[in-house]
């Protein structure tokens, strides 16, 4: 059943009530757009990162949209981006994935001329600088696969071409996490990952795209290889690579790989691990449960992804029109609040930030030493008065990615190459 | 005629719903496994390239070796375990009250999903886990042991817990088969215990022991998410290597492996059917 479907059938209802029908079509047609707007569902689906619940529940409040969740790991929202396009409406993916889905066809461009904020969003996402001094990271650069050349476009324009194939939400910078009461002394190079002072007692992520990248921030570090572009390997490159650390998981240095949000966080907590690739809620987690857990910045630059929406092929018309306006109400600021409290960025800061407190934004955003007790939007004391965030400000951490998440060329070689690491 | 045409009528539905449901997907994979893929679809073509990959790939050997490793292994210790229960619910206890009891026992764990079952073997084998915390506290070890936890060991202890009870159903009914004065003629003949177990009750299980066989070993060369769990990753057998490719929309190479994986487990079922052959034994 689509949306559509139940549209029409709540129109015909509607239609169908004694007198209605004659008060309908008299009714002028803002009026009529309305009262449908409240019968609209759309279908989002993404990780975990950015589904949640509150999301869905406040733009009911704020728009009459019903938008129905779906949360998945980022291996099943490729999968369900590229394979299944009437399951969605609204596409929730991270700009990689975009990559490899916009051939496919089920995404539809968007009209930036549609987007009120457009003009406010960040650098990042639309030349690629953060400030005009900055230079762009290796990888897939989110300003690379944003723009196709019209509205039909199929192939990624390389300037602000004003159809836009993701709406930036959320972004941030990714690093190694550590159990500094476990390490007892200060990590700084992601060299560490492979130091045999923590064998049995590290781990990575087994998301090939990304697990990769931090192997080949680790390998740089150590000064093994030197790569062309960590965001595009060649063979060579990737077999170097992945044949460091299968040497490595040979001699024991992993204790586990996980692939959900959970493991890691279990990985972490339980001591298992001291020190792994981890994700900026996950350590959130870590220390909602009272254990020290810093997400450790790294002379070498972090990992950076982003996230955005993108619009289904098939939306037209009314839900269409709904689409729009649930984004713009998204980059409107209460959602960047609300994820900026939880540690990550928002594609359009200035608007977040009549959405969190003075010691909040100074906190997250600012680098600045917290004021006060800083909670997550679920009530959990993270940081106590006068902690600043780790990586500081928002332009020292965004401002030192050295690579973004990415698809590379050879990337069935690296996945079987991968697999090869995981048997080995 | 009509009676034939009954006997046809009859076997029908059944006949359908394996059409339907078992063949024609079956067929639908070996179809995919000649496929092309591109990073983001499948297209219909017929190239040898996925069967090439796997067939040239170390990997797969590492794979299916890992599979076949865990397979027997398991098989071997849920067959001791599982005789070893079926023998005292069958012989042991004497009531027919306290064996159905007993035996419900046995099937009460499985009133929860496998993968709690499985994963909570987790905080259990951990570093600072019960079992470690418990054995130094004993004094028996002073470093917590590491291999207890995401390691073989582990796979396979998970295993052998999820799958015992599907060998002991099948040897306990073979067992409860068995004519009781074969037994006594059996001690009458002055056989000892063991020679009893050796001649009469070992050959007259077969049949339970097969099936329990097949299951287990179907079960396990089938699996993806106890070895992922368990092992923390870090050990892959052929159903790993399946739902990797699936995640990464690798169809037709998924279904190549499928269908290699396929072919490898009937012809396991084939051997042990000439074992036992297990329509004439019931």
């Known amino acids: 059943m689509t949306t559509i479907s139940k549209i029409r059938y709540s129109r015909r209802s509607m239609l169908k009530t004694g007198g209605a029908a004659l008060a309908a079509s008299a009714l002028p047609a803002p009026m009529v757009w309305g009262q449908e707007s409240k019968n609209i569902v759309l279908r989002q689906f993404g990780t975990g990162v950015s589904n949640l619940n509150e999301v869905a529940t406040k733009v009911k409040e704020d728009l009459g949209i019903t938008l129905e969740m779906t949360a998945l790991d980022t291996d099943s929202v490729t999968q369900r981006a590229a394979t299944q396009p009437n399951s969605f409406d609204i596409a929730d993916i991270e700009y990689f994935v975009a990559k490899k889905v916009w051939p496919s066809g089920n995404l539809q461009a968007m009209d930036a001329s549609k987007i009120d904020n457009y003009d406010k969003i960040v650098g990042t996402f639309r030349d690629g600088k953060l400030t005009p001094e900055s230079t762009i990271a290796q990888g897939t650069a989110p300003h690379t696969v944003g723009f196709v050349d019209g509205p039909n476009g199929t192939e990624f324009a390389d300037n602000e071409s004003g159809w836009m194939t993701l709406i930036p939400t959320i972004y941030n910078a990714d690093t190694l996490g550590i159990r500094p009461d476990l390490i007892g002394r200060p990590i700084e190079s992601w060299t560490e990952l492979l130091n045999p002072e923590f064998a049995g007692k590290a781990s990575i992520l087994d998301i090939s795209s990304i697990g990769i990248m931090d192997m080949a921030m680790v390998c740089e570090a150590m000064g093994e290889i030197q790569y062309g572009d960590k965001g595009n390997m060649t063979r060579e490159e990737i077999d170097k690579t992945i044949a460091i650390f299968i040497e490595a998981k040979k001699n024991g240095q992993f204790r586990a790989f996980w692939k959900t949000f959970d493991e890691s966080v279990n990985l972490m907590a339980s001591g298992e691990v001291v020190i792994q690739s981890m994700w900026s809620p996950a350590i959130t987690a870590v220390r909602s449960r009272g254990i020290p857990c810093v997400y450790q910045p790294l002379k070498e630059g972090y990992r950076s992804w982003g996230g955005g929406i993108g619009m289904s092929a098939a939306l037209s018309g009314m839900e269409l029109d709904a689409a729009y306006e649930y984004i713009n109400w998204y980059l409107s600021g209460w959602v960047g609040g609300f994820l900026m409290r939880q540690g990550y960025y928002s594609a359009v800061p200035e608007t977040s930030k009549a959405f969190m407190s003075e010691n909040e934004w100074g906190y997250w955003f600012e680098g600045k030493e917290a004021t006060d007790v800083i909670t997550s939007p679920f009530g959990d004391p993270l940081a106590q008065v006068g902690e600043v965030r780790d990586g500081g400000d928002f332009y020292s951490r965004m401002g030192a990615v050295a690579c973004w998440n990415s698809v590379m060329d050879e990337n069935q070689y690296m996945v079987r190459k991968w697999n090869e690491f995981v048997a080995a | ?282």
């Open chain 2, 1 to 282: 005629m009509t009676k034939q045409v009954t006997a046809w009528l009859q076997a029908a539905p059944m006949a359908v719903v394996l059409l339907a449901f078992l063949v024609a997907p079956i067929i639908m994979i070996v179809i995919v496994s000649f496929w092309g893929a591109t990073e983001y679809s499948i297209y219909p073509d017929f190239q040898f390239d996925n069967y090439a990959f796997l067939f040239g790939s170390p990997v797969t050997y590492t794979v299916f070796f890992n599979t076949f490793y865990y397979a027997g292994i398991t098989w071997a210790l849920t067959l001791v375990i599982g005789f070893t229960v079926a023998y005292f619910l069958a012989f042991e206890v004497r009531s027919l009250k306290w064996q159905i009891g007993l035996f419900l026992l046995c099937t009460i764990p499985f009133w929860t999903s496998n993968i709690i079952r499985m994963i909570s073997w987790i905080p259990f084998l951990g570093r600072n886990g019960l079992t470690n915390s418990t054995l130094i506290s004993w004094g028996i070890i002073d470093e917590p042991l590491e291999w207890l936890l995401f390691s073989d060991f582990s796979v396979i202890l998970a295993f052998v817990h999820l799958y015992t009870l599907f060998m002991v159903v099948p040897i306990f009914n073979s067992m409860m088969r068995i004519d009781r004065s074969l037994i006594e003629a059996a001690r009458d003949g002055g056989a000892s215990g063991w020679q009893t177990l050796r001649h009469v009750i070992i050959p007259l299980c077969k049949p339970g022991i097969m099936i329990g066989t097949i299951f287990v070993t179907t079960l396990v060369m089938g699996d993806f998410i106890t070895v992922r769990f368990m092992s923390g990753s870090q050990r892959a057998n052929v159903g790993r290597l399946i739902s990797n490719d699936i995640s990464l929309l690798q169809y037709p190479s998924a279904s190549a492996t499928a269908v290699v994986l396929l072919v490898a487990v009937l012809i396991v079922i084939g051997l042990l059917l000439r074992l036992v052959d297990i329509r004439k034994e019931l």
